[in-house]
């Protein structure tokens, strides 16, 4: 599997924020509420995005274990699956922990 196909196999699932009008939705309000993590959605593909705005506690940005990946002809920047599952797997929420499992059996991650 490729780097991009590591990260969220967002390759070939025609993604492209900037021809989305609904991107200019994301108000300024969202991007510094409570929630840290503001959600976009493409009108097509079976994925979406967190935007995170700042982290909790558990984690620094200098923590974060980043990948390089080519998408749409732009290196984006974004966690590892294995980060991903860290940040994700011991939160309250049981949505982040059910994605925690996914993610988990998707890439084959030990149980950390």
């Not at 609904?22 to 309000?29: N, Q």
């Not at 290196?75 to 294995?82: E, G, N, Q, S």
């Not at 949505?95 to 059996?105: F, G």
């Amino acid at each position: 599997m490729t780097e991009i196909g590591q990260a969220y196999e967002l390759g070939g699932m025609g993604f492209d924020a900037a021809r989305d009008p609904a991107i200019d939705e994301i108000s300024t309000e969202e991007l510094i509420g409570d929630d840290p993590a503001v959600p976009y959605v493409p009108p097509e593909g079976e994925f979406h995005v967190d935007i995170l705005t700042r982290l909790g506690e558990a984690f620094r940005w200098d923590d974060l274990e980043v990948q390089r990946a080519p998408f749409e002809g732009l290196l984006v920047t974004v966690v590892t699956p294995a980060m991903l599952h860290r940040m994700k797997k011991d939160t309250l929420r049981m949505k982040d922990r059910a994605d925690a499992e996914d993610l988990r059996r998707k890439f084959k991650l030990g149980g950390d």
